[in-house]
């Protein structure tokens, strides 16, 4: 493989000029770097990407720590992270804990020995055992990480969404709403949580227990929830799923047992992923702005790796509601 000792040789100038001309680092005359570039090409010289990301103590790449299941809100996270990592002109390494502390610990070193410039971490494991990672690169928490750690933050208010969704049921004039919740033991369910009975209590309204149904953030956590509440001597008329993945199993649930959406049952979801708009029928949620997310975290990370001494910033991302057709407007 040639190396710029060769390509110096033959075009017969210093080392440090063909360094200039193939990294572009410093004014060469044209009739020089013409030289060096036809012998450039005429070497298939390829120059090194580790070597230079050692001289300048950079590799241009981000880690990405990322719980996953079968939401799909992950994968479009990802996605929009990404695009952002490629206008920076960095590359994205991304490792899926699947919800596993043992395996996430494992994703920190595998990034940390892959010399990443920053870290993004986006993880919601339960059972995490917080301990101190001696993490001494940048990082920026996307919304969730279950353990203290030194690091810019960027949350969505979820307490404020939940309560948006159960003002919107409540303002169709719905008085008997349930909740399917993700994993309690996540403050993202908690404070979804505590924003359903935020706006019930406003209302005047009663938090009856039984209503309350704790399941998962994924497919199969809808349909479990879902089953529970049809099994209940008091149906409500209107379910807050804490998810969209919620809501579409709680739709299979409903169709398997006969009820139509919203004539018999309404439901509000959360995330607004883009399966929500092509259910039947098309699905009401809260809005989570993902694009909005990913591009403030992947730019406060590389603000963060240019500036480590800054003080750390939180930032938070407001929810809004999106109006479709799965929420029925009861009678006064």
């Known amino acids: 493989m040639a190396t710029m000792k060769d390509i110096a040789r033959i075009a017969k100038v210093s080392t440090s000029t063909v360094s200039h001309v193939v990294n572009n680092s410093r004014f060469v005359s044209d009739e020089i770097r013409e030289k060096v570039l036809a012998v450039v090409k005429q070497l298939d010289y390829k120059s090194s990407a580790l070597a230079r990301s050692l001289k300048m103590k950079e590799t241009k790449t981000i880690g990405m720590l990322v719980t996953t299941s079968d939401n799909p809100f992950f994968a479009e996270i990802v996605a929009n992270v990404e695009h952002y990592c490629n206008q920076h002109h960095y590359n994205l390494f991304l490792c899926n804990t699947n919800d596993d502390p043992q395996r996430l610990e494992q994703c920190v070193q595998t990034l940390m020995q892959k010399q990443v410039d920053g870290l993004l971490l986006m993880c919601t494991e339960s059972h995490f055992q917080a301990k101190l990672f001696k993490l001494t690169?940048?990082?920026?928490?996307?919304?969730?990480?279950?353990?203290?750690?030194?690091?810019?933050?960027?949350?969505?208010?979820?307490?404020?969404?939940?309560?948006?969704?159960?003002?919107?049921?409540?303002?169709?004039?719905?008085?008997?709403?349930?909740?399917?919740?993700?994993?309690?033991?996540?403050?993202?369910?908690?404070?979804?949580?505590?924003?359903?009975?935020?706006?019930?209590?406003?209302?005047?309204?009663?938090?009856?227990?039984?209503?309350?149904?704790?399941?998962?953030?994924?497919?199969?956590?809808?349909?479990?929830?879902?089953?529970?509440?049809?099994?209940?001597?008091?149906?409500?008329?209107?379910?807050?799923?804490?998810?969209?993945?919620?809501?579409?199993?709680?739709?299979?649930?409903?169709?398997?047992?006969?009820?139509?959406?919203?004539?018999?049952?309404?439901i509000?979801?959360?995330?607004?992923?883009?399966?929500?708009?092509?259910?039947?029928?098309?699905?009401?949620?809260?809005?989570?702005?993902?694009?909005?997310?990913?591009?403030?975290?992947?730019?406060?990370?590389?603000?963060?790796?240019?500036?480590?001494a800054e003080n750390y910033r939180t930032l938070r991302l407001n929810p809004t509601l999106v109006i479709r057709q799965s929420v029925k407007k009861l009678s006064d």
């Open 268 to 308: 509000i979801g959360y995330d607004d992923i883009k399966l929500a708009q092509y259910i039947a029928p098309p699905l009401t949620t809260i809005h989570q702005p993902k694009a909005t997310l990913a591009k403030v975290a992947v730019t406060q990370l590389l603000h963060r790796i240019k500036n480590p």
């Open 137 to 266: 690169i940048p990082c920026v928490i996307m919304d969730w990480w279950p353990a203290e750690l030194s690091a810019d933050r960027i949350f969505e208010n979820s307490e404020l969404g939940g309560y948006i969704a159960t003002k919107t049921l409540i303002e169709y004039n719905h008085k008997d709403i349930a909740i399917i919740t993700g994993d309690l033991n996540k403050p993202l369910a908690q404070n979804r949580l505590n924003g359903y009975k935020k706006a019930l209590l406003e209302y005047n309204l009663t938090v009856r227990d039984e209503w309350i149904i704790e399941s998962h953030f994924n497919f199969d956590g809808g349909i479990a929830g879902m089953e529970k509440l049809l099994k209940l001597r008091e149906r409500p008329t209107a379910v807050f799923a804490c998810s969209d993945t919620i809501a579409v199993g709680a739709y299979q649930v409903a169709w398997q047992q006969g009820l139509s959406i919203p004539q018999d049952i309404s």
